[in-house]
């Protein structure tokens, strides 16, 4: 988790992750929830025309498997924000799908990260729509340990990280069954799921 | 002709390796057909391989300007990156707009000016002209966006052969639109030979739209 906060400011980004939650930021009151193992970094978000957006982090549990239960704004914009859910991305038959999660696991000794092409959180029915850049406190609540606040910076959509370095590729999230004939990855530059030589002829 | 080989040797190099059973059309020469695919995996192109290829859609849409807007005489003889997807989008279609766009930073003049971005809304419902405009501008202003009526739409996905759009209801009247995940990079021959999904890096871009805008689609 150090190494991702590293990583982070190498890359120039600002990452406006307030840890304001005692139990997940270390300092040592006598909050001693279960096993306080759970610590969020690495958070960023976008929206495009500010009526919807989404929020990205990392989850890093050292302690029991816990689960993210829900997500909600905190402060002005609570009002303005229809809703928050969380959502995983699925690719199939090269087709995307967006999945309400109902809860998302956070394995022990483990983490969870929310990344483009993948989980989310998504603000949904941002009315009046927010600027870009604006700062949403989140608070999320778990299975088993106190929640944590955030802030999330909703900028403006930007190339996905890992995208403009050479070399390997970030591989999508789950696989990719196409409904066109076939498709075969070119030069094994891509590291597409199991399902990608798997044909399901449309025709 | 050799056009038609590469096509033919990509069917059979599917045929091959991936569904034996589909392919109708393995004529001749199956031994030396096969071995050359072994060439072809290891290929210029960096892009996923789509076999048989994508046609260009045949219909004329609404672009932005509510000007008719042919999306095969207009991008004749242009590399065509072509992505299906609506504003509402949290997650894949803004990101493949941004990577497209920082992408086109760094190609060369002769490269850009040879490729078309052309975006179609999954969702005619909610997308108007003036909300494709806005959001594609956060982009690139060049970009082109098109407004099918739910009819072209389909049309277009049947001409495709993609599945009919499906909605996921997100309640209180919120939806997302389940489509395409890729971008299809259509050559000069007016087939998407090549499909980019999310998460394809800087360089493979680079490498194949380079390719494309100067080669065209051939091996």
Known sequence: ?203 | VRKYLAIQAFALLAAALLLPACSGDDDDEEPATRSATVEIIDSKFKGVLASPPFPKPEVVLTDTEGEPFDVRADTEGRVLLLYLGYTHCPDICPTHMADIDAVMQDLPPDVTEKLQVVFVTTDPERDTPERVREWLDLFNEDFIGLIPTQDQLDQVLRNLSMQPITKTDLGGGAYAVNHAAYVLAYADDNSAHLVYPLGVTRDVWANDLTLLAREGFSQ
């Open chain 1, 1 to 203: 988790m150090k190494r991702n906060w590293m990583k982070w400011i190498a890359a120039g980004v600002t990452v406006p992750a307030l840890l304001l939650a005692t139990a997940a930021c270390g300092d040592d009151d006598d909050d001693d929830d279960a096993d306080g193992g759970l610590s969020v970094s690495g958070v960023s978000g976008q929206t495009a025309l500010g009526d919807v957006g989404s929020v990205y982090l990392t989850i890093e549990n050292e302690g029991e498997t816990d689960y993210l239960v829900s997500a909600r704004v905190l402060g002005d914009l609570a009002e303005q924000v229809g809703d928050v859910q969380h959502h995983e991305v699925v690719t199939q038959g090269g087709s995307m799908e967006m999945r309400e999660i109902e809860k998302m696991e956070i394995p022990g000794n483990g983490s969870l990260e929310l990344k483009r092409g993948g989980y989310h959180i998504m603000l949904l029915d941002i009315d009046p729509p927010i600027e870009q850049g604006t700062q949403v406190e989140l608070e999320l609540t778990f299975e088993n340990n106190d929640p944590i606040e955030i802030v999330a910076e909703l900028g403006a959509p930007s190339e996905q990280d890992g995208v403009g370095m050479n070399g390997s590729m970030t591989p999508m999230h789950g696989s990719m069954t196409p409904m066109h004939g076939s498709m075969t990855p070119m030069h094994g530059s891509m590291t597409p799921g199991a399902g990608m030589a798997t044909a399901t002829p449309a025709r």
